[in-house]
């Protein structure tokens, strides 16, 4: 079985916006795009928006798919849409992550992410 996922690829001044998972959360403490799991009846853009608004209390505006991964997890496997995305209102809260943080394509070796972010990460050190 298929699980989709969004997560959001959000920049602002030259960084990206990383998050740590909980604690007691699966895969606890890796770092992470922001994003969730697709509910039923939604798009994956409006999937993205809603958890975003979720998790970190942002709305953001999509400025188009940046790409897509795939991670096989115990009975399901995980299909990933990331999304460039960037804030256009609220004020950045944690809601379900343990931290978040600003950082240049550079450092973002520098963090242990979750499996299915790693090509993304590997991409955006690229550009």
Known sequence: MQVQVTAA????????????????????????FPGGKLEPGETLEQCI???CKEE???EIRLCGEFGRTSYPYKQWELVFAFFQAEIVAGTLTLAVHEQIRWVSAAELKQY???PADVAIVEKLMNI
Do not use: N, S, T
Not at 12 to 22: N, P, S
């Open 112 to 114: 242990v992410f979750c």
């Open 49 to 51: 928006i809603r958890e």
């Open 56 to 58: 970190l209390g942002v």
């Open 9 to 32: 690829i959000i920049q602002q001044e030259g960084k990206y916006l990383i998050c740590q998972r909980a604690h007691d959360d699966e895969l606890p403490l890796m770092w992470e």
